[in-house]
């Protein structure tokens, strides 16, 4: 695995390993902070998180941030640190459902990314390998993602897919 890259984007399916790979990178370099943008709206999710935050243990500090992503990494807590955010296929959802201008806290993020005193991991879910959804809120959410994993691949050092728990390396420029 060797030394993270600045930005590193972790995609894959549901289910596929992802974020465990992704916990892997940072718990290599030491462990670090975990951002999570999950919300618990339901007992499902409740027992999801709670699960997640199990299987991590003591390397990981959690910061919460379902949707000031960019304040979250930029904060003094993040200086220094290698960061994981999970996820931010969620991070789009809570923005969606916030009604926030996406597209315009996507550039943010994007702009930040390289002033960033961090190492970050970023995890998102790869949504645009299926069916076109049946409904414009879906299509949207889809499209967002697509554009979102096509700009932070643009500025990251390292881009990762992930399927069955196997990395394929997409991008690599730290060698």
């Known amino acids: 695995m060797g030394r993270l890259a600045p930005i590193t984007l972790v995609l894959g399916g549901a289910r596929s390993g992802k974020s465990r790979y992704a916990e892997q990178l940072v718990e290599a370099e030491g462990g670090g902070i975990y951002i999570a943008t999950a919300e618990a709206w339901d007992s499902e999710m409740t027992d999801r998180i709670a699960k997640h935050r199990a299987r991590r243990g003591d390397l990981w ?14 904060s003094k807590v ?54 076109v959804p049946d409904n414009a809120m879906a ?8 554009t979102t994993h096509q700009q932070i691949a643009r500025v990251a050092q390292s881009v990762v897919f992930v399927a069955a728990g196997l990395p394929l390396i997409m991008k690599d420029t730290q060698q």
């Open 61 to 74: 500090e959690t910061l919460e941030a379902p949707t000031d992503l960019v304040g979250a990494l930029t």
């Open 78 to 131: 993040c200086r220094g640190r290698c960061v994981l955010v999970d996820c931010l296929t969620l991070w789009i959802s809570n923005l969606m459902f916030a009604k926030n201008d996406v597209e315009r806290d996507v550039a943010m993020l994007v702009a930040a990314l390289p002033a960033l005193d961090a190492r970050v991991v970023f995890v998102s879910n790869e949504v645009g390998l299926g069916i």
């Open 139 to 146: 299509r949207q959410f889809r499209d967002y993602a697509g």
